[in-house]
């Protein structure tokens, strides 16, 4: 079964960093895009970027100049660099991947990690 593991969540002071990881585990044949997405409390989750297999890349507005998103694809891992980070981002970030397991493509979600910036 194909799992995805995000780590690198916290607790930081406005305008501090944090990096995010998903990894890949299980057996794929094939990763499309992967991208990360969060959720507020009482909000719907949105997108917050996301990234092709050939590296073209995708921001919210809100986040544009601030994140950058990147991939490894030997290591089948995602990563989103948060920088300048603002109250307005905490939320739980969610890691999404397309995967191809050899049955077709899906979509597959990862646990989520909370981020929390505040003072």
């Known amino acids: 079964q194909v799992q995805l593991v995000e780590s690198g969540g916290g607790l930081v002071q406005p305008g501090g960093s944090l990096r995010l990881s998903c990894a890949t585990s299980?057996?794929?044949?094939?990763?499309?895009?992967m991208g990360w997405y969060r959720q507020a409390p009482g909000k719907e989750r949105d997108l917050v970027a996301d990234?092709?297999?050939?590296?073209?890349?995708l921001y919210a507005d809100s986040v544009k100049g601030r994140f950058t998103i990147s991939r490894d694809n030997a290591k089948n891992t995602v990563y989103l660099q948060m920088n300048s980070l603002k109250p307005e981002d905490t939320a739980v970030f969610y890691c999404?991947?397309?995967?191809?397991?050899?049955?077709?493509?899906?979509?597959?979600w990862g646990q989520g990690t909370q981020v929390t910036v505040s003072s």
């Open positions: 999404n991947a397309h995967i191809n397991c050899g049955l077709g493509t899906v979509p597959v």
């Open positions: 299980g057996r794929v044949f094939s990763i499309g895009t």
């Open positions: 990234i092709t297999r050939g590296g073209s890349t």
